[in-house]
């Protein structure tokens, strides 16, 4: 086991004079954004060693840890970051790590192996993880990777901000502007939604202008794009039989 080791870490140390050439000339374009961090967990501490050197000589800011449940006893930032770990570390489920790893917070996963196992690359693959790399590992290949899941969880924390900032605006709506608001999206004229509400369609227009007020739509285009993305389900969805009897 220790030869393996030696061999790991003896063949990331060759590559490392290569990698940072090749950081070095992309750094004014690929270089990790303030703020981003790679978490590393690796069990053998030469590899922890050569992984980390090889990341911050890329400009990737790393912090490393030897087991799972240090790395998961870390307070970790709410910021973009990215997970590197054994597929299979010592003593650990990584169903279990997933489940732990939920939430805002919780960074992309890049797993690295020290076999080539394809129905747990592709088990882990499916569960989200950006890409599972093995044993001796391509510092090219770890550093896209690493990369590639930074730049994933940047789009995934943007996805949730934006969700959070509508459904702060929709919890604004009152009730009856909350009943509008399916009817007016799924396609309804307003004297048609007013009907169903036992509403004035002067009433109704008020509703409406106001739950796009609070909204922030700028358009009615734009209002429907927001409660797709709020899955606030539409009226012909939710009530089919109107349809034919509202005219």
């Not at 690929?30 to 000589?57: C, F, M, N, W």
């Not at 509403?199 to 796009?212: G, K, W």
Request: proline share 4%; glycine share 4%; aromatic share 4%.
């Amino acid at each position: 086991m220790q030869a393996a080791h030696y061999e790991v870490s003896s063949a990331l140390e060759l590559r490392l004079d290569l990698s940072r050439q090749i950081s070095n000339a992309t750094e004014h374009r690929a270089v990790t954004r303030s703020g981003e961090t790679v978490y590393l967990v690796e069990g053998d501490s030469q590899i922890r060693k050569s992984l980390s050197d090889l990341l911050e000589s890329s400009q990737i800011k790393v912090i490393s840890f030897g087991t799972v449940p240090e790395y998961l006893a870390y307070a970790r930032p709410n910021e973009p970051s990215c997970l590197v770990i054994e597929l299979d570390p010592p003593g650990q489920n990584i169903t279990n790590l997933q489940q732990w790893n939920s939430g805002l917070s919780s960074p992309s996963l890049v797993f690295i192996s020290g076999h080539a196992d394809v129905a747990a690359a592709v088990r882990v693959m499916k569960a989200g993880a950006i890409e599972v790399l093995t044993k001796p590992v391509d510092p090219i290949a770890l550093i896209g990777a690493v990369r590639a899941a930074l730049a994933e969880d940047r789009k995934l924390r943007q996805k949730k901000a934006e969700l959070a900032r509508l459904q702060e605006r929709f919890s604004l709506l009152t009730p009856r502007e909350r009943d509008v608001l399916p009817l007016v999206v799924g396609g309804l004229l307003n004297k048609q939604a007013a009907f169903l509400l036992g509403i004035s369609e002067v009433t109704l227009q008020l509703h409406r202008s106001r739950a796009m007020r609070k909204m922030q739509a700028e358009s009615f285009a734009d209002l429907v794009r927001m409660s797709v993305k709020l899955r606030i389900r539409h009226w012909r969805e939710t009530e089919p039989s109107h349809t034919q009897r509202v005219t």
